[in-house]
């Protein structure tokens, strides 16, 4: 069983940035890709971007060149650093264990609480 706590979230405005930390128990977290996801009301929930175990990555087209996604696994810990945030940007953001880097569910399927980002105008 994976647990995974996430913090960082917060209210910027536009421009700004922000780092997401998602910390992990569980001694199988080297081996899970991990990834990022946001939601808002009303709409699904969507990959962000995802790293895999040897730390490949794979953006959302709205967030590239602006985000990045990084693991540290002494630490047990993914990162998500936003910049150039835009109030398209604001959600929920969610730390995810197990899904393939493409968002598909696979054999594990771990979640966070969430954290809310709000990026102003």
């Known amino acids: 069983q994976v647990q995974l706590v996430e913090s960082g979230g917060g209210l910027v405005q536009a421009g700004g940035s922000l780092r997401l930390s998602c910390a992990a128990s569980?001694?199988?977290?080297?081996?899970?890709?991990m990834g990022w996801y946001r939601q808002i009301p009303g709409k699904e929930r969507e990959l962000v971007a995802a790293?895999?175990?040897?730390?490949?990555?794979n953006y959302a087209d709205s967030v590239k060149g602006r985000f990045t996604i990084s693991r540290d696994n002494a630490k047990n810990t993914i990162y998500l650093q936003m910049s150039s945030l835009k109030p398209e940007d604001t959600a929920v953001y969610y730390c995810?264990?197990?899904?393939?880097?493409?968002?598909?569910?696979?054999?594990?399927?771990?979640w966070g609480q969430g954290t809310q980002v709000t990026v102003s105008s």
């Open positions: 995810n264990g197990g899904r393939d880097m493409t968002g598909s569910r696979g054999s594990y399927d771990y």
């Open positions: 569980g001694s199988i977290f080297k081996f899970l890709t």
């Open positions: 790293i895999s175990r040897g730390s490949i990555t």
